[in-house]
């Protein structure tokens, strides 16, 4: 799938005034995250099962 039809949301953790945005696009069986600020730095990509381990430690953690 190519960029363009990748479809990202905002994090419900990024800052409201466009700093410090990730965005996440988890439509497909491999999750995509990004930093709306620097797109040309590339994507991270996890599978669901990592993304779903990374997401519930990341709950258990202080932010």
């Known amino acids: 799938m190519s960029a363009p039809d990748l479809k990202f949301r905002k994090s419900s953790f990024s800052g409201g005034t466009n700093d410090n945005c990730v965005e996440v696009c988890d439509e497909l069986p491999t999750v995509?995250?990004?930093?709306?600020?620097?797109?040309?730095?590339?994507?991270?990509?996890?599978?669901?099962?990592?993304?779903?381990?990374?997401?519930?430690?990341?709950?258990?953690?202080?932010?």
Do not use: H, Y
Not at 33 to 51: C, F, H, M, Q, Y
């Open 32 to 63: 995509f995250v990004e930093d709306s600020k620097d797109r040309a730095a590339g994507r991270l990509s996890a599978s669901r099962p990592a993304w779903a381990a990374f997401v519930g430690f990341a709950k258990t953690r202080d932010v």
